[in-house]
């Protein structure tokens, strides 16, 4: 059966601390792996990733997916308080319709 | 950049009524469109994925009849939920665009 785990759960850091979010993944027909913030509302699209090795950034954000290890981190450095979410990871399987399998996120609050 | 309009963002009906959500895709066209629910402290779960002019493709556990979805333009997708019960109270989402956007949620309270 197809799983996507996340770790840890949950977590909470002080703002300017850095933190390493991680999803571990077993699916058939491995297509990308998605990163996404959910706040309040629906998730905000963060990242895909296809390659191994290749690190995405965006600010203060990064992500890198390892293919052979079946996993991906998320990093947040010099983190703020508009950091505090769900972090969701997602891996799209290959077929027809794209589907996405999804983990269980982890919770992230940052404390002033 | 592309944009998922949903709508309501919030609706509370009573038992037994129907309650239609809509999703319109604001600057390009969605030939598909993936519904999803979640419930509290839960990942997203997928209902359905729409496909326009076709029928939609339901995930195993998720009555048709009850989660009647319509995709009949390339702009607008929408959920039904017939005969609401307390049980089906969550928060409905859909996305577009390869699942990169989304819209903005709706939250389901039946009474």
């Known amino acids: 059966e197809d799983k996507v785990v996340q770790s840890p759960l949950s977590l909470v850091v002080h703002e300017g601390d850095t933190v390493t979010l991680n999803c571990s993944y077993e699916?058939?027909?491995?297509?990308?792996l998605l990163w996404y913030k959910q706040e309040k509302k629906a998730p905000t699209f963060l990242f895909m990733l296809t390659s191994s090795g290749i690190e995405k950034k965006s600010g203060r954000l990064s992500s890198i997916l390892d293919k052979k290890e079946l996993f991906s981190i998320l990093n947040i450095t010099a983190t703020q308080t508009g950091d505090s979410a769900v972090y969701l990871c997602a891996v799209e399987v290959a077929g027809n319709n794209r589907k996405l399998i999804w983990g269980l996120g982890t919770s992230l609050a940052v404390n002033p | 950049g592309a944009v998922v309009s949903q709508h309501p963002s919030w609706v509370i009906c009573k038992s037994g009524t129907s309650v239609k959500i809509e999703c319109r895709s604001l600057d390009f066209q969605a030939t598909t469109m993936f519904w999803y629910r979640q419930f509290p402290k839960q990942s997203l779960m997928l209902m359905a994925t729409?496909?326009?002019?076709?029928?939609?493709?339901?995930e195993q556990g998720v009555e048709k009849d009850k989660f009647l979805i319509n995709h009949a333009s390339l702009t607008l997708s929408t959920l039904t939920v017939t005969s609401a019960h307390p049980e089906d109270s969550s928060f409905y989402i859909c996305?577009?665009?390869?699942?990169?956007?989304f819209g903005q949620g709706t939250r389901l309270t039946v009474v």
């Open positions: 699916v058939t027909n491995f297509r990308s």
């Open positions: 729409s496909n326009e002019g076709s029928k939609a493709t339901y």
């Open positions: 996305s577009a665009r390869d699942q990169a956007f």
